[in-house]
């Protein structure tokens, strides 16, 4: 398995509106129909980012960029993640990660050990919808439930996001999740956008009317709510 597979050299979106470099890891352990970077999740790509130019490139951005984000595929797979992220922490950058939640130890360790400043995890959707959405059998959805806990006690700055899916997702599910992330900083409901790059190219979004229905009804429990790409 490659390491990093892809950097984005200037991004100002993926960090919370901070001038940020997002680096992409390969390989996830989910298969969600709407994912719409499959070779990374299938570990497809073969060019390879050695880690040593990624430190050279961070190096003549000191003082220029604010963090870093890493994203996959699903990084928390990466065994040299938190040697990784030592590095990025030690030349002074803010760190971000992407993550689907399911390695909810490694989360906590990085967390603990003051690595990682931002979490995204992803909500794939209500709990009951695991399996169908992540396009796997036999999720264990304690492991998406201690994420979410780890993440509402510690402190960090972190966010919740649901990509939707007209084929996935109902009013039903919105309620579970609206239960799941009860008092939870931040939520982003975001649209899903067809690609070359999706496992089902066959997918639908859900149009804004209703969507601003979900959102009415997570706001009952979740004080921020927020749509992106509507």
Excluded: W
């Amino acid at each position: 398995m490659n390491e990093f597979v892809g950097l984005e050299k200037l991004s100002l979106v993926d960090f919370d509106g901070k001038m940020a470099c997002t680096i992409f890891v390969e390989k996830c352990n989910f298969r969600c129909p709407f994912c719409h970077n499959k070779d990374l999740a299938l570990a497809n790509n073969t060019s390879e980012i050695p880690f040593s130019e990624i430190v050279d490139f961070l190096k003549r951005r000191i003082n220029k960029l604010e963090g870093v984000c890493i994203t996959g595929g699903e990084p928390t797979l990466l065994n040299t993640l938190e040697d990784k992220i030592r590095i990025i922490k030690e030349m002074g950058f803010l760190v971000k990660l992407d993550t689907n939640g399911y390695k909810p130890d490694v989360l906590k360790k990085l967390i603990d050990l003051k690595l990682i400043d931002y979490v995204a995890m992803d909500i794939k959707n209500s709990l009951e919808k695991y399996n169908l959405t992540t396009g796997c059998n036999n999720i264990d959805t304690s492991k998406i439930i201690e994420s979410i806990n780890i993440l509402k006690t510690s402190g960090i700055d972190y966010e919740f996001r649901t990509t939707l899916v007209d084929e996935f997702h109902n009013k039903n599910d919105i309620i579970e999740i609206a239960n799941l992330l009860k008092g939870a900083k931040k939520y982003y409901l975001q649209k899903y956008v067809s690609s070359e790059g999706c496992f089902n190219k066959n997918l639908h979004s859900i149009n804004k009317e209703k969507v601003e229905e979900f959102k009415k009804i997570l706001r009952e429990t979740i004080d921020y709510v927020e749509l992106r790409g509507y």
